[in-house]
């Protein structure tokens, strides 16, 4: 019924683009600097080229003591025993006064061909191919960009976008001496599982995140018989909620600064859905200059290009889905001092959004426009220490004055049943707390399709 067992090769093969004729696609998607070198080398796609190596995931071993690491080569060929530089997710350009500490040199040890449940090992690889490295997984904490060691390209491609994490368990070990083990587990865990995340909370709490409960089950398989092999106490899962606003601040809020001689002035509103998906999707750029960012705005949102260009920040990190805006009028605001705040203005923000006032979950979706600010003459009498707790309060003024609302996660389903067992669909998902959303029947079969929001 299924043909031969080649089929879905081949249908991979005749239908998806190969590296090359993807090349410029690729360059697109994964170079933040379109016309830098990274972005001609994965252009190019050519195995004489300097080494790019974008990393996907990492697989553990049979005993998950060690990790090979499984990327594409974009450009160049790497061969065994090859030294390289890894560039975590946090690198930047050092050629644009950023951070350049999350990079690591390491040396190749070994080169396979991996094909699920076998892998073939090969003296080297080149622009194209999937390989599996040995050697180098030490300083990578998720994914990483993999270049030569000649230093000729140092730029690291965007990290790979993941859903959100909405279900979080508490995890401690049965017995408290073997704690060291769970830590050594829990890491295991953060490099295996893309969408996890491990952390520790303010109680003390090692807390493991994921995207489901069947997602989680098998996070706590492996950190209980390959990872840290301990018995540990599970807490009852606990769903991650989002903080947003239903309409405008109904007055505009002022907060002081702790010397009381500076003020800030805010009010808070609803952000554009349409928007919210620009800016968690990637489409909008932090980076963008004012302009650009005005002229985006302007021609895909209908926004008037001033009020585009005082755009501030986006928070909480660089792609959340709030904004900070400066609406300030020069008559009424020192402009030069209140430019000489901003970062500190950016870091309350940052702070405010990513710790909600209602119960300390990020905020989502809402608008911070910023209406007018008192500032101090004196330097001194104006720095982070004053600014960023001022921002912050102000912040959750305006947010607590503007219908805060909370948002559960939802996933959204489809099942297909026979006619017979439709009123038995509906009794789970109400039982559930789901609402259905559409109900037709198949053409050509007695079963129906079913879909639904569940929480």
């Given at each position: 019924f299924?043909?031969?067992p ?21 360059a697109?998607?994964l ?13 190019v796609c050519?195995a ?12 553990a071993?049979s ?8 990327g594409?080569?974009l450009?160049g060929?790497i061969?065994n025993?090859?030294d390289?530089?890894?560039l975590g997710?946090?690198?930047?350009d050092p ?7 999350d ?7 070994g ?14 690889l080149?622009?194209?191919s ?12 998720k994914?990483?960009t993999i270049v030569?060691g ?5 730029a ?7 859903p959100a994490a ?7 070990p ?16 953060g490099?295996?599982?893309?969408l ?5 909370e ?10 489901g ?8 398989h492996d ?16 769903v991650?909620?989002?903080e947003?606003v239903?309409?405008t601040?109904?007055v505009r809020?002022?907060a002081?600064s702790p010397?009381h ?14 928007v ?8 909008i750029?932090p ?14 949102h209908?926004?008037?290009i ?13 792609h959340g889905?709030n904004m900070?805006?400066?609406?300030t ?12 705040v901003?970062?500190a ?6 702070w405010a959004?990513?710790e ?9 979706a809402?608008?911070?426009r910023?209406?007018d600010a ?8 104006r720095?982070?220490g004053q600014?960023?707790p001022?921002?912050r309060r ?9 219908e805060?609302r909370l ?17 038995a669909v ?14 037709t029947?198949?053409?050509g ?11």
């Amino acid at each position: 019924f299924f043909g031969p067992p080649s089929g879905f090769v081949d249908m991979c093969s005749q239908q998806l683009p190969s590296p090359i004729e993807n090349a410029s696609d690729t360059a697109k998607r994964l170079c933040a600097d379109g016309s830098g070198l990274l972005a001609e080398a994965v252009r190019v796609c050519d195995a004489a080229g300097p080494l790019v190596v974008a990393v996907a995931k990492q697989i553990a071993s049979s005993d998950g003591q060690s990790f090979n690491v499984l990327g594409r080569i974009l450009s160049g060929t790497i061969n065994n025993g090859m030294d390289v530089k890894v560039l975590g997710e946090s690198f930047s350009d050092p050629e644009m006064d950023a951070d350049e500490e999350d990079a690591a040199l390491a040396t190749v040890n070994g080169l396979w061909i991996s094909c699920a449940r076998y892998r073939i090992g090969v003296s080297g690889l080149s622009a194209g191919s999937w390989v599996l490295l040995g050697g180098v997984d030490s300083s990578i904490a998720k994914t990483a960009t993999i270049v030569g060691g000649d230093g000729k390209i140092m730029a690291a491609v965007r990290p790979l976008t993941v859903p959100a994490a909405v279900v979080r368990i508490a995890v401690e070990p049965a017995v408290p001496s073997e704690l060291p083990r769970l830590l050594h587990g829990l890491r295991g865990i953060g490099k295996t599982y893309p969408l996890s995340q491990t952390k520790v909370e303010e109680s003390g709490e090692h807390v493991v995140l994921g995207s489901g409960e069947l997602y989680l089950d098998c996070v706590l398989h492996d950190l209980r018989h390959v990872f840290a092999e301990i018995e540990i106490r599970v807490a009852d899962p606990v769903v991650s909620f989002r903080e947003c606003v239903s309409e405008t601040s109904t007055v505009r809020v002022f907060a002081d600064s702790p010397n009381h001689k500076n003020r800030l002035t805010v009010i808070a509103e609803p952000l554009e859905q349409q928007v919210v998906n620009d800016i968690e999707s990637g489409v909008i750029d932090p980076q963008w200059s004012a302009r650009q960012t005005a002229q985006f705005f302007e021609a895909n949102h209908g926004w008037d290009i001033l009020a585009a260009r005082s755009i501030w920040a986006f928070g909480p990190g660089t792609h959340g889905p709030n904004m900070l805006s400066d609406d300030t009028l020069p008559s009424e605001t020192d402009k030069t001092r209140l430019r000489s705040v901003r970062d500190a203005i950016r870091q309350g923000f940052q702070w405010a959004t990513r710790e909600g006032p209602l119960c300390d979950e990020p905020m989502r979706a809402t608008r911070f426009r910023i209406l007018d600010a008192t500032l101090a003459d004196s330097v001194v009498h104006r720095g982070a220490g004053q600014i960023v707790p001022a921002a912050r309060r102000v912040c959750y003024a305006g947010f607590l004055t503007a219908e805060p609302r909370l948002m559960e996660p939802v996933n959204t389903v489809e099942i297909q049943a026979p006619a017979d067992c439709v009123s038995a669909v509906y009794t789970v998902l109400a039982r559930r707390r789901g609402h259905v959303t559409q109900d037709t029947p198949k053409p050509g079969s007695s079963m129906y399709t079913i879909s639904a929001l569940i929480p």
